[in-house]
């Protein structure tokens, strides 16, 4: 039976637009159930912490669970590429933090490409950095710290989670902006490197403010700056390592991410409903308590953070020489 013309373009102009119906409606119903957000590091640390605050939130949000999968090893690249081969269906997302931006020059021969197999989704903020020494350390200000160190070239020990984390590049953008020559000792973890710290096997960190707040407070450790551009609001005494290396500055980058074909729709939800908790403010009091600024913006604003870091890091990188280990 032949079709009237008009009846046939009718089902043809249908059929084209059913594919973008069922986007629509998949993200109308979207999560219909659990989402699992991988984190690239140890239970327990700060991006793990900052991970499940927005998961909670998620979860009452949008009525589903927002499950933390912590899978560290590799400097988070193995995280990263088990999100870049999830579908990219929205139920499974990556907890996006500083080794990603490093790895991008720290490893030229992944078998993925963060920028181009992870699509920005939100950010969460931005975790200031800290400058803290064992107690028996005889410097109690960063001028006396680099005066001891540049008469004591590299016979200062320096704490670090690892190569490609931002505990390590810290350490390396103030060793080539101080003019300060220190070894590098990495740890297994944030917990290790701040036991190193305590036991006096390091003498310095430079670790975020989130992991290092309760150790300054009870004095375990003696803070003699923050990373921030200008005074933080949680350490209000302390002044700024850029008052005496200007222009030095660290803050992590956290934020969620999904497999590059991701809906529209879906990111578009998940962003909005982040931002939302960014602005909530019981959120807003939680994350001052730890010391972290929180980022509102859309999906491209976080890749253009992303793409910033990734610039930034890699002009230390190709200056210090640093491998991939």
Known sequence: MRLPRRQFFHLVASAALLPAA???????IYP??????IVGFP????????????????????GQSFVIENRPGAATNIATELVVRAAPDGYTLLLVASPNVTNVTLYPDLKFNFVRDIAPVASIGGVPFIMVVNPSFPAKTVP???????????????????????????????????GVDMVQ????GEAAAQSDLLSGRVQVMFDPIPSSMGYVQAGKVRALAVATATRSDVLPNLP???????????????????????????IATLNREINAGLTDPKMKVRFAEVG?????????????????????????????????E
């Open 22 to 28: 069922l986007n629509i409606a998949r993200a109308e």
């Open 32 to 37: 219909s159930r659990p989402v699992h957000i």
């Open 240 to 266: 700024p390592v850029g008052d005496f290396v200007p222009g030095y500055e660290v803050s992590g980058v956290i934020g969620i991410g999904a497999p590059i074909d991701t809906p529209h729709e879906i």
């Open 144 to 178: 006396e710290f680099i005066a001891y160190a540049k008469a004591r070239p590299g016979q200062i020990n320096v704490a670090s989670t690892g190569t490609g984390n931002l505990t390590y590049m810290a350490a390396e953008l103030f060793k080539m902006m101080a």
């Open 43 to 62: 239970a327990g640390g700060t991006p793990d912490l900052l991970a499940r605050l927005i998961g909670e939130w998620l979860s009452e949000r949008l």
């Open 292 to 324: 972290v600024t929180a980022r509102v913006g859309s999906p491209a604003d976080f890749g253009t953070i992303i793409a910033d870091e990734i610039e930034k890091w890699a002009k230390v990188i190709k200056f210090a020489g640093i491998k991939a």
């Open 185 to 188: 000792v990495p740890a297994r």
